[in-house]
């Protein structure tokens, strides 16, 4: 709990006023599992999550306009320029997922565009947070919530599950207890935390009758403001920091989909 989870109730019940009853009769899962179809539910996902939190990224308290510089289009062109940087990124044209249905293929997809999407929304603090006249406000859009919004519609639209998690550090676990890990992703991030883990690299299973897959998540500079040293002093949003440090993993991106 905490004022942001309060903030993102506040923000649902005024996204649900204007959604109306049309597209929230929308909003329910499909269980089709091709690559093609999940990706372009991930993109929809987030360039819908952008819309709704433009008044919060692009204006002023006072409503006026701030800057165009983080419309949802130009918003989404930086995450996917972020995600093409990226390992799983690196090769990927979206015609490539056509027809796919290999979760081994798509799971490490789908988890890189969401870091990429976190990646982006942390760089890009400075200019959802600064106001006209230079002053600085808090606008509650950061990493974590932009992750929980996006996965939120896609979970549901989707009828996947997808999580970012996290072990936590020292005595300090996670933030937000939504994000606890399970037993599997629980022995996954411990693998990701020994010294000859190949750094990057995912853990995939099948169980059952679900593909499994996660992605470790770093710490970089971006994050330091809320998650770095030192530890215990109170992290902008609240929450102590967890005295994190560049480089070291901070959680992993879990995703499962069905096989059968
Ligand atoms: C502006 C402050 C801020 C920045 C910058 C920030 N975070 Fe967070 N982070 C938070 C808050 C606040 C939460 C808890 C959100 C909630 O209540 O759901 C959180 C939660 C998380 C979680 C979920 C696990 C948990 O503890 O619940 C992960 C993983 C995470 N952050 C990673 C990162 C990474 C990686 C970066 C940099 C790319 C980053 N954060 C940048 C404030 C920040």
């Known amino acids: 709990m905490g004022c942001i989870r309060t903030k993102l109730i506040v923000y649902s019940i005024i996204s649900l006023l204007f959604l109306g009853t049309n597209s929230l009769s929308q909003v ?22 952008l819309n709704r939190q433009q008044k919060i990224i692009n204006t002023n308290p006072d409503g006026s306009v701030k800057n165009k510089q983080l419309e949802s289009e130009v918003y989404f062109k930086r995450i996917y320029k972020q995600f093409k940087k990226m390992e799983a990124g690196r090769n990927f044209r979206p015609k490539s997922l056509e027809g796919v ?13 969401l ?14 947070n600064a106001e006209k006249d230079g002053t600085n406000i ?8 932009f992750g929980h919004l996006v996965l939120t519609r ?24 939504d994000n606890r890990p399970d037993l599997w992703e629980t022995e996954a ?24 897959f996660i992605q470790p998540i770093y710490i970089s500079k971006d994050c330091l403001s809320c998650h770095g ?13 967890e005295g994190y440090q560049e480089g070291e993993i901070r959680g992993g991106i879990s995703v499962s989909l069905p096989v059968k």
Request: no cysteine; charged share 25%; hydrophobic share 30%.
């Open 28 to 49: 329910q899962g499909e269980t089709r599992r091709d690559g093609m179809y999940l990706f372009s539910q991930f993109k929809d996902a987030i360039i819908y999550v």
């Open 101 to 113: 249905r290999d979760p081994e293929i798509i799971a490490p997809v789908l988890v890189t565009l």
């Open 229 to 241: 040293l030192p530890v215990g002093e109170d992290a902008p949003y609240g929450y102590p920091k």
């Open 189 to 212: 991030l411990k693998k990701f935390s020994q010294s000859d883990w190949k750094r990057n690299s995912g853990y995939g299973e099948f169980l059952a009758d679900s593909y499994h």
């Open 138 to 145: 808090k606008k509650k859009f950061i990493p974590a919530v």
């Open 115 to 128: 870091q990429a999407g976190r990646i982006v929304t942390a760089e890009s603090q400075g200019i959802i």
């Open 154 to 177: 896609f979970n549901k639209k989707t009828n996947s599950s997808m999580k970012q998690t996290t072990l936590g550090k020292g005595k300090h676990k996670q933030r937000n207890d």
